[in-house]
C-alpha cells in the first residue's frame, strides 16, 4: 500500500527513539535467526556464480590455447613453419606425420568451437540461469516482505509506547472532567490502532518467516540442480573431447604412443612427479629439456634423480668449504691480519679489499653479496597467450605465435598471414590454397549501459553511453571488442546491441 507522509513520519521517529533506547523494540528471536541465516545464503550464492564465471572463462582460455597448439604444431607440417632446405636440396626432411597432425588440428578445432561452446550452453540454460532466476526473482520479493514486516513493527511499537503515554496522562486525579474525556477518548482511539497494528505485524511476522523458510528450500533447489548440472557437463565435455582425440591420435605411430602415455600413467600411480629442485618437472629450459628427453626414451627418470642427489651433496661440500673459510678469514680479521686470495694483489696494491663472504657467521661488517650466477636467472619473461593466459618459453627462434616472442605473430588459417620483417626469409609456399580477399562489412556495435572499469590488462574500460566494436561473442558472457583502438574483452550483460 502507498505510504504517507504520516507513516514516514511515525516510523522514522520510532526508528529514532529505539536507536537512543527510549522506545522499546519488539523482537522475534526466530525471525533474528531465520533473516541472518538469509543474509548469509545470498553472500554465499555470489561464490557458485563468480565461481561458474571464472571456469567457464578458464575453460574458454585452456581449450582456446590447445586449439592454437595445434594450429602452430599443423604449420610445421602443412603451414607457413613447413619451410623447405638450401636450394641444392630443398625436399630434405624427416617429417611424415603430415595428416595426423592435420587430424589433431581439426579434433582441437571442434573440441574448442562444438563441444564446449555446447557444454557452456547448457551450463548457463540449466546451470547458471535458474540460479540468477533465484537471485534476481526471490531473494527481492524476500527482501520486501521483510521491510514490510519491518513497517508493520514500527507501527505497533509505536502506537504501544503512545498508548501507554495516554493511559498515565488518563489516570491524572488532577485533570478536569473534560480533559479527563479526551484522554480517555485519545487512549481508546491508540488502543484501538495498536489493536490492528498489532494483528498486521503479526500476520506479517508469521508469513515472512514462512518465506524464508521457503526461500532456504529453493536456493538448496538450485544448488542441486546447479551441482547436477556441473558434474554432467564436467563429464560430457572431458568425454566428448576424449573421443575426438582419440580419433585424430589412431593413425599416430601406436609404439611411440603407448611408450609416453604408459609414461604419464606411471607417474600418475606414483601420485605425481616428485618435487625435486631442478627435476624434470622444473620451468626452467633444463627442466624442459630433461622432460623432453624422459618422454623420448634418452634418458630414465631414475639417472636424473642419482645426478640430482649428487648435485645436492656437491653443494652441501661447497656450502660448508665456504663457512670453514668465511670463519677462518673472521679470524684472520680478527688479528688484524691482511687477507689476500691465491693470485689476487694484497690490499694497497691498488685493488679493492676483497668483499666479506655472505655467509659467513654473524659478526664484524659484510660486504654486498656477489651477484647472482647467470644460470639461476629467470628465463625469458612471460608471454601473454590467448584469452589471457599466460606461458614461459625457452629463448627458441622459429616456435611462431602467441607462444613464441623471437617471430612474427602466427596468423590461423584464414587470415593473410602476417608481412616477414626486413631481413628475414619469406616462407616457402605450401599447398594450402590463399584465403579468400577481404570484405568489407558492416561491423557490429553495443551501446554500455553500466560504468566498466577493467580488472585485467585485456579487458576494456568504458563508460555508460560507449560505443563499443563487437568483434566476437562468446557463450561465457566475456565478448571481444574495440573501443578507442584498444581491443579487449568485456562483459555481456554491461552492454546493448545496436
Not at 601473454?384 to 618459453?393: D, I, L, Q, Y
Not at 558492416?442 to 572499469?453: G, H, L, Q, W
Request: aromatic fraction near 6%; proline fraction near 7%; charged fraction near 25%.
Amino acid at each position: 500500500m502507498p505510504l504517507g507522509l504520516k507513516d514516514l513520519k511515525r516510523r522514522g521517529v520510532e526508528s529514532f527513539l529505539q536507536a537512543i533506547s527510549v522506545s522499546d523494540k519488539t523482537t522475534d528471536a526466530t525471525y533474528n535467526e531465520e533473516y541472518e541465516a538469509f543474509q548469509m545464503m545470498v553472500s554465499d550464492l555470489n561464490e557458485i556464480g563468480a565461481g561458474l564465471s571464472e571456469y567457464l572463462i578458464s575453460l574458454k582460455s585452456n581449450y582456446g590455447l590447445g586449439s592454437d597448439l595445434a594450429e602452430v604444431l599443423d604449420d610445421f607440417y602443412n603451414g607457413q613453419f613447413n619451410r623447405g632446405w638450401i636450394k641444392s636440396n630443398p625436399n630434405l626432411s624427416h617429417l611424415t606425420l603430415h595428416r595426423e597432425v592435420e587430424s589433431m588440428r581439426e579434433a582441437w578445432h571442434e573440441n574448442d568451437e562444438v563441444v564446449r561452446k555446447s557444454v557452456a550452453h547448457i551450463w548457463l540454460q540449466r546451470g547458471l540461469t535458474p540460479m540468477r532466476a533465484f537471485v534476481n526473482m526471490v531473494m527481492p520479493e524476500i527482501e520486501e516482505a521483510c521491510t514490510t514486516r519491518e513497517n508493520y513493527r514500527k507501527d505497533a511499537d509505536s502506537y504501544r509506547r503512545r498508548y501507554a503515554a495516554a493511559q498515565k496522562k488518563a489516570a491524572i486525579t488532577s485533570l478536569s472532567a473534560e480533559k479527563k474525556a479526551e484522554a480517555d477518548a485519545m487512549s481508546q482511539l491508540l488502543y484501538n490502532k495498536l489493536t490492528n497494528a498489532s494483528k498486521l505485524y503479526d500476520e506479517k511476522n508469521e508469513s515472512v518467516k514462512k518465506d524464508l523458510e521457503k526461500s532456504k528450500i529453493a536456493r538448496d533447489e538450485a544448488i542441486e540442480l546447479m551441482s547436477i548440472t556441473v558434474a554432467a557437463c564436467q563429464m560430457e565435455l572431458y568425454e566428448q573431447s576424449y573421443l575426438r582425440l582419440q580419433k585424430a591420435c589412431a593413425n599416430f605411430p601406436q609404439e611411440k604412443m603407448n611408450q609416453v602415455r604408459t609414461q604419464v600413467r606411471n607417474v600418475i600411480r606414483a601420485g605425481g612427479p616428485a618435487p625435486t629442485d631442478g627435476g624434470a618437472g622444473g620451468g626452467t629450459f633444463e627442466g624442459a629439456m630433461k622432460v623432453a628427453n624422459v618422454v623420448s626414451g634418452k634418458k630414465k627418470m631414475g639417472e636424473y634423480e642419482k645426478e640430482g642427489e649428487m648435485k645436492q651433496m656437491k653443494d652441501a661440500q661447497s656450502l660448508q668449504q665456504a663457512r670453514e673459510i668465511a670463519m677462518a678469514d673472521d679470524i684472520k680479521r680478527n688479528k688484524g691480519e691482511v687477507m689476500a686470495s691465491p693470485g689476487v694483489p694484497a690490499v694497497g696494491e691498488g685493488v679493492v679489499p676483497r668483499a666479506h663472504s655472505p655467509i659467513a657467521p654473524t659478526g664484524g661488517s659484510k660486504g654486498p653479496p656477489p651477484p647472482v650466477p647467470s644460470k639461476f636467472k629467470s628465463g625469458p619473461p612471460a608471454v601473454p597467450a590467448k584469452n589471457g593466459a599466460v606461458g614461459t618459453v625457452a629463448n627458441m627462434p622459429g616456435m611462431g605465435k602467441r607462444f613464441s616472442v623471437n617471430t612474427p605473430p602466427y596468423q590461423p588459417m584464414g587470415r593473410p598471414a602476417a608481412v616477414p620483417a626486413a631481413g628475414t626469409a619469406a616462407p616457402t609456399p605450401t599447398n594450402r590454397a590463399p584465403p579468400p580477399p577481404n570484405k568489407k562489412t558492416n561491423t557490429p556495435t553495443c551501446t554500455a549501459i553500466f560504468d566498466n572499469e577493467a580488472d585485467d590488462d585485456d579487458e576494456l574500460s568504458f563508460a555508460i553511453g560507449d560505443k563499443i566494436q563487437i568483434i566476437k561473442k562468446d557463450d561465457s558472457g566475456w565478448w571481444d571488442g574495440k573501443l578507442n583502438g584498444k581491443s579487449g574483452t568485456f562483459p555481456a550483460n554491461f552492454v546493448k546491441e545496436d
